[in-house]
């Protein structure tokens, strides 16, 4: 397994981590979920990426209860805050109050006395940046949180956090984590651009596209049975994705991917590694040998011409631009 710097800090990270979205804690039984964890140390993996709202709050218990006994130095916690966790109207959002209490209640699920990178998981307009941003900085103070970054901001709001959070002498970001893949690439138009300027990595999502990238979702033909579009937490998030046109670019891409020795899901994986702006990249399985399997993409260097055959393969179905552009 290699590692990588995140952004300009000290921290390094696994190229390929364990994120617990929607397995841990709702589409497979804890067992399972701990068989999966340990298969990604046994592999490798040190960073492990899960949110307090996953899971209605029993992904981050899960994970805490898979990590228990391993020791805390050799594996990187990441965790995040901003979708609603209870009925109050301060249970949501990146106001103080709730960005201070999640922490807490994070840190006791997870059975942990830090967290090493924790993310607002959205932006919030509603609060100003600089309450946001102080209160993270008061948790990397009491040594509660070790790092900072967010998920799924736009250039404009990652700069605007480093710019107020210079102007303040507060603790700034070094990550965001956005959603990434060879059919969904609105990050390359600004977002990277930016944070690499501003000396901030991509921790990315769904490098696989919800499964659709392994090829088991064939065109013409309902998703396997027990699939991720079959489950009713991850079907609403494939669907983008489950048209004939986009189906049948993906399977001409079995060819490419035999010619480069890798399996369809590390040829996925792999690619989005090549962004050198890209950390790590967020990888989840229900069965152990999902995640030897992604692992396998980890060093791999995809040549430019066969870089050039994936884009010409998707040229029609990759999403490209920022949404609502």
């Not at 929607?22 to 804890?30: K, L, N, P, S």
């Not at 991509?202 to 013409?220: C, D, E, F, M, R």
């Not at 020795?261 to 702006?277: E, H, I, P, R, S």
């Given at each position: ?64 209860k ?42 006791r ?39 900072v ?6 250039a ?33 138009t ?51 994705f489950?048209?004939?046109e ?13 010619d ?24 989840g ?30 040229a ?10």
């Amino acid at each position: 397994m290699k590692h990588r710097r995140l952004g300009r800090s000290g921290l390094s990270v696994s190229e390929i981590s364990y994120g617990n979205w929607i397995t841990h804690g709702d589409q497979i039984e804890a067992d399972a979920a701990t068989a999966c964890v340990h298969a990604a140390l046994d592999e490798g993996i040190t960073t492990f990426d899960t949110a307090d709202v996953y899971a209605q709050t029993r992904a981050e218990s899960v994970l805490g209860k898979a990590l228990d006994g391993v020791r805390r130095e050799s594996y990187e916690l990441f965790t995040k805050v901003f979708w609603p966790t209870g009925p109050g109207e301060n249970d949501k959002g990146l106001g103080r109050k709730h960005i201070i209490e999640s922490a807490h209640n994070s840190l006791r699920r997870l059975n942990t006395d830090h967290i090493d990178l924790y993310q607002a998981h959205r932006y919030d307009p509603t609060v100003p940046l600089e309450e946001t941003l102080r209160a993270f900085d008061d948790l990397v103070r009491a040594g509660k949180v070790l790092y900072v970054g967010v998920s799924e901001w736009t250039a404009q709001q990652i700069a605007d956090a480093v710019r107020i959070a210079g102007q303040l002498g507060l603790d700034r970001i070094i990550s965001n984590q956005p959603q990434y893949s060879m059919l969904w690439r609105p990050i390359e138009t600004d977002v990277v651009p930016t944070s690499r300027d501003l000396g901030i990595s991509q921790i990315v999502w769904s490098p696989i596209a919800q499964g659709v990238l392994t090829g088991k979702y064939l065109p013409g033909q309902p998703p396997p049975s027990g699939s991720r579009a079959t489950a009713g937490s991850g079907a609403g998030f494939i669907a983008r994705f489950l048209t004939d046109e986009v189906l049948g670019a993906v399977q001409d891409l079995r060819p490419i991917a035999a010619d480069a020795g890798l399996t369809m899901a590390q040829l996925a994986v792999a690619w989005v590694l090549q962004n050198t702006n890209v950390a790590s990249a967020i990888v989840g399985a229900s069965r152990p040998e999902q995640v030897k399997d992604n692992v396998g993409a980890s060093g791999v260097v995809l040549e430019p011409a066969l870089l050039a055959r994936i884009d010409e393969v998707l040229a029609h179905v990759a999403v490209l631009e920022p949404e609502g552009d």
